[in-house]
């Protein structure tokens, strides 16, 4: 199982357990809650009502005097009310009064008079000068439909503090059913939302942190198989330090190879010249004609122009395979980019007696470093004048092909041989011009192939139907 998956089941699971209990332990109190809400409720109103029942109560006028009319009244009434959704239409309440023995003598729906209800609990702890409450079915046996009872003692008038009677208060719990039941739909809804939420961000987290660590695993094995490849974006969190540690480690690791390296390649080309300026030098030790003398020096400074070149191509090449990605990005024009390398190839092209034919659109973007999109440019414009034959025409066309330009250019010469066409872009790998003789440093077209490769692109040489060599340059439209 990956990691992020892993991250993504924890996360989810513990917040997923924690919400599971807290929505049960809400759930679970909403009940008793709301029934206590009513509980207190009830209190409150069955001590008004014997306040407001007491005198009827001592007059013996309970079942037939003002507060009997008072109630059927109230019965009667429609309330109109909607309360949170739900329609009331009606009165709810049950009042029952009994005298000082617990016997009914007013019911408000005139079922139980006559009744001894001395041994319910809420009559028989009132007289007793407790607090008295009971919930209990409303047909022996239903456990399902019960009805909440709250006694309140019913006091002499007179006096205020002789027991004359008890009034209950009831109500059917069934009337704040809904309420309860709508309650416990919020929160459950309420908590799936939470959870939900709660999944997402630990998805987003999850793909976060993933994300870090599955680009420093890239990065790891682009090393490992020693492909040069940008640091980890910088971040700041653990995996930013870890993603700069191995950056710098990986630097100091390839910086002691990429030297030797590059030594080693240099003193291998080094050797055929300085072997000839030494050969050439200690010729000129010697009495010499002046034919030959000339020639042994002009070998000498032929030979230091290769050496400088070879260096400056090598330093050229060792700075962008050094740093393995660009180090500045902004919008190049390629058209202006094709006719500026074209204008400073001119006194080339004329001293060597060629022409130069562009076909360049309106305008090509990518997106890049112009600097170095020039330099690759005038090495492959330079390969074409040398390989050209005097009188002869480079083509250097630039089109688009789907999401890529291509710059092509053409030249006229002899073409690559076909031994060769598989070692062109190695790095200290030329071949003689047709004019000289002469080779290059054989490092042009390795820098041509960083080029590309650093801008996302492609560098390619072939043979051209129409005879000659064709060099191209493919580079992602920006």
Not at 120 to 128: A, E, G, H, K, P
Not at 408 to 416: E, F, I, K, S, T
Not at 463 to 476: F, M, R, T, V
Request: glycine content about 8%; hydrophobic content about 40%.
């Amino acid at each position: 199982m990956r990691l992020g998956l892993k991250l993504f089941l924890g996360f989810f699971l513990i917040v997923g357990i924690a919400a599971f209990f807290v929505m049960r332990v809400f759930v679970n109190e909403v009940k008793p809650g709301v029934r206590q809400a009513m509980e207190s409720t009830l209190v409150d109103a069955a001590n008004v009502l014997a306040v407001v029942a007491a005198p009827d109560l001592k007059s013996g006028h309970i079942a037939d005097g003002s507060f009997a009319t008072h109630m059927a009244t109230s019965q009667r009434r429609d309330p109109r009310a909607t309360v949170w959704r739900f329609p009331k239409r009606s009165i709810d309440y049950r009042v029952t009064v009994t005298d000082a023995r617990g016997i009914v003598v007013y019911d408000s729906r005139g079922q139980d008079v006559g009744r001894d209800n001395s041994r319910w609990n809420d009559v028989y702890r009132t007289l007793r000068g407790q607090y008295g409450a009971r919930s209990s079915p409303s047909r022996p046996g239903d456990e399902t439909s019960t009805v909440m009872h709250v006694a309140a003692p019913v006091y002499d008038p007179a006096d205020g503090r002789t027991l004359i009677g008890v009034l209950t208060l009831s109500q059917p719990n069934d009337t704040i059913d809904p309420f309860i039941t709508a309650s416990q739909r919020a929160i459950v809804a309420r908590g799936a939302w939470l959870i939900g939420l709660s999944a997402l961000i630990g998805l987003l987290m999850t793909w976060w942190l993933s994300r870090g660590i599955s680009n420093l695993s890239r990065y790891a094995r682009a090393v490992s198989a020693g492909e040069p490849v940008p640091p980890p974006r910088r971040r700041h969190d653990e995996i930013g330090d870890l993603g700069q540690a191995l950056e710098t480690m990986r630097r100091k690791l390839e910086g002691k190879a990429y030297v030797e390296q590059y030594v080693q390649s240099l003193t291998h080309e080094m050797k055929s010249p300085l072997a000839a300026i030494r050969g050439a030098a200690e010729l000129l030790q010697e009495p010499l004609p002046e034919a030959e003398r000339q020639r042994f020096a002009g070998n000498i400074a032929q030979q230091e122009r290769r050496l400088t070149e070879t260096i400056d191509q090598l330093l050229r090449l060792a700075e962008v395979e050094q740093h393995g990605w660009l180090q500045r990005s902004a919008e190049v024009d390629l058209v202006a980019l094709c006719r500026t390398v074209a204008e400073d190839a001119m006194p080339r092209l004329q001293a060597a007696h060629l022409a130069l034919q562009l076909q360049l659109p309106e305008r090509a973007q990518v997106r890049g470093d112009a600097f170095l999109l020039r330099q690759a440019l005038s090495n492959l414009l330079d390969n074409a004048i040398a390989f050209s034959p005097s009188q002869g025409q480079i083509s250097l066309q630039l089109q688009r092909e789907g999401q890529v330009w291509q710059v092509r250019l053409q030249d006229a010469g002899p073409g690559v041989p076909d031994y060769a066409m598989e070692r062109v872009f190695e790095r200290f790998y030329s071949l003689a011009r047709p004019a000289s003789g002469q080779r290059s440093s054989g490092l042009g077209l390795p820098f041509v192939a960083e080029v590309a490769r650093l801008h996302g692109g492609q560098a390619q040489l072939r043979n051209h139907p129409d005879g000659g060599a064709e060099a191209s340059l493919k580079l992602p439209v920006g």
